[in-house]
């Protein structure tokens, strides 16, 4: 390897999230290498649309949850093996990989058992500050550099004795704009009934174990005297069996498709009933004081002498405040009546509801990057500091 700059960047994603980081990384380093670097990869559409070759369709291997990735077992262990031989038969100068562990991190120790010399940067630290601690340590092999979402996770890995971390800033940190209201578009709590955000999850299989728990809170709080309109962001394929499952709801949702859509409910929105998620981070972002669930598949009670959680919270708002800003209740614990304890005073103007919005107002000032940087932009530059860093001598 030779010259100031990689020349050739591989850049593996495995899901839409990923995805989008991937496309904003490559079009930041572009900017910096100029338009004769080439990216190659495992893309989805959006990292296709900024110039990254893909050597299948990401779709391949875009499942979730234990039945789909058991089901889809061997397609899974068979891209792994073609994306690393083909990032061995023509290695980059550098691997970027992006989220989805499972997938990713299989490919890197392939890559680095066979080509030691390329440097491997991780874009999404895996939840090694939740569960699983020693997954820090053991990456340190293979990974050079950890891109950090989150602003709490360098000094977590410093902890655990994992690899260099920085953290780069969450993408949602650069649509503050669109999450929050316009003068007029957030009406006052008390001036008539509340407009209640209601996210049971973009999964099918999160949404339906939490709508049933999401109406029958929605019941106790209409029986206590609350009046509410309900909007529901979800997706179109979604949408037939969120409105079944809502059929006897004491308010009838009004159904959202789509990221515009959502973004103008979240913009008005005066509370929310969600399910545990980034989405969570958008509601605090925007201002929207929240209760927050999370019920696991049945069987999960059955690993729970295996499983050993790490962190104080489940929220992300929560994990970089460092307190229960957002009340959070997690399986045994998130029942109606207990949901419904919660959400109450967040739908009217009370003390609990002030402390929450004056809360999530900090946010900001922990997840905002020096000097206005955007995160794609302080992602290349970590990107790259960490690529002059790290090279090794071939062989």
Same mark, same amino acid.
């Given at each position: 390897?030779?010259?100031?700059?990689?020349?050739?960047?591989?850049?593996?994603?495995?899901?839409?999230?990923?995805?989008?980081?991937?496309?904003?990384?490559?079009?930041?380093?572009?900017?910096?290498? &100029?338009?004769?670097?080439?990216?190659? &990869?495992?893309? &989805? *559409?959006?990292?296709?649309?900024?110039?990254?070759?893909?050597?299948?369709?990401?779709? =391949?291997?875009?499942?979730?949850?234990?039945? *789909?990735?058991?089901?889809?077992?061997? +397609?899974?262990?068979?891209?792994?093996?073609?994306?690393?031989?083909?990032?061995?038969?023509? %290695?980059?100068?550098?691997?970027?990989?992006? =989220?989805?562990?499972?997938?990713?991190?299989?490919?890197? !120790?392939?890559? !680095?058992?066979?080509?030691?010399?390329?440097?491997?940067?991780?874009?999404?630290?895996?939840?090694?500050?939740?569960?699983?601690?020693?997954?820090?340590?053991?990456?340190?092999?293979?990974?050079? /550099?950890?891109?950090?979402?989150? *602003?709490?996770?360098?000094?977590?890995?410093?902890?655990?004795?994992?690899?260099?971390?920085?953290?780069?800033?969450?993408?949602?940190?650069?649509?503050?704009?669109?999450?929050?209201?316009?003068?007029?578009?957030?009406? %006052?709590?008390?001036?008539?009934?509340?407009?209640?955000?209601?996210? *049971?999850?973009?999964?099918?299989?999160?949404?339906?174990?939490?709508?049933?728990?999401?109406?029958? $809170?929605?019941?106790?709080?209409?029986?206590?005297?609350?009046?509410?309109?309900?909007?529901?962001?979800?997706?179109?394929?979604?949408?037939?069996?969120?409105?079944?499952?809502?059929?006897?709801?004491?308010?009838?949702?009004?159904?959202?498709?789509?990221?515009?859509?959502?973004?103008?409910?979240?913009?008005?929105? /005066?509370?929310?009933?969600?399910?545990?998620? $980034?989405? +969570?981070?958008?509601?605090?972002?925007?201002?929207?004081? $929240?209760?927050?669930?999370?019920?696991?598949?049945?069987?999960?009670?059955?690993?729970?002498?295996?499983?050993?959680?790490?962190?104080?919270?489940?929220?992300? #708002?929560?994990?970089?405040?460092?307190?229960?800003?957002? %009340?959070?209740?997690?399986?045994?614990?998130a029942t109606p009546v207990r949901l419904a304890a919660e959400l109450s005073p967040l739908l009217r103007d009370s003390q609990e509801r002030a402390e929450q919005v004056a809360?999530?107002?900090?946010?900001?000032?922990?997840?905002?990057? #020096?000097?206005?940087?955007?995160?794609?932009?302080?992602?290349? =530059?970590?990107?790259?500091?960490?690529?002059?860093?790290? !090279?090794?001598?071939?062989?």
């Open positions: 390897m030779s010259g100031a700059a990689p020349r050739h960047v591989a850049i593996v994603a495995g899901e839409r999230s990923g995805d989008a980081l991937g496309a904003e990384l490559a079009r930041a380093l572009r900017r910096r290498l &100029g338009e004769g670097v080439r990216f190659r &990869g495992v893309a &989805g *559409p959006r990292m296709l649309a900024a110039g990254v070759e893909t050597l299948f369709p990401m779709e =391949d291997i875009a499942v979730m949850g234990v039945g *789909p990735v058991i089901a889809r077992l061997p +397609t899974l262990l068979r891209r792994i093996r073609e994306t690393a031989d083909s990032l061995i038969a023509d %290695p980059p100068d550098l691997l970027v990989i992006v =989220d989805s562990p499972d997938f990713t991190h299989r490919v890197a !120790r392939r890559l !680095r058992a066979a080509r030691p010399e390329v440097p491997i940067v991780d874009y999404v630290s895996p939840t090694v500050w939740a569960w699983r601690p020693g997954r820090a340590k053991a990456m340190r092999p293979y990974v050079d /550099q950890i891109l950090a979402l989150l *602003p709490f996770e360098p000094a977590a890995h410093e902890r655990l004795g994992g690899p260099p971390c920085a953290y780069v800033g969450h993408p949602l940190i650069e649509r503050l704009d669109e999450l929050r209201p316009a003068p007029g578009e957030r009406a %006052p709590i008390g001036e008539g009934p509340a407009r209640l955000l209601v996210l *049971p999850g973009s999964r099918a299989g999160v949404a339906h174990r939490h709508m049933p728990l999401f109406g029958e $809170t929605l019941r106790r709080l209409a029986d206590e005297g609350h009046a509410f309109e309900v909007t529901l962001p979800t997706t179109e394929r979604l949408a037939p069996d969120i409105l079944r499952m809502a059929a006897d709801w004491p308010a009838p949702p009004k159904i959202v498709l789509g990221e515009a859509e959502k973004l103008a409910a979240f913009r008005a929105g /005066q509370a929310a009933l969600a399910a545990s998620g $980034t989405v +969570t981070l958008e509601l605090a972002l925007a201002g929207v004081p $929240t209760a927050a669930a999370y019920r696991l598949e049945w069987f999960a009670p059955l690993l729970e002498p295996f499983i050993r959680i790490e962190a104080p919270f489940i929220l992300l #708002p929560n994990l970089i405040l460092g307190e229960r800003a957002i %009340p959070e209740c997690v399986h045994r614990d809360a999530l107002a900090r946010l900001d000032a922990v997840m905002r990057l #020096p000097d206005g940087e955007t995160p794609s932009e302080r992602a290349a =530059d970590v990107t790259l500091a960490a690529w002059n860093r790290a !090279r090794r001598p071939a062989g």
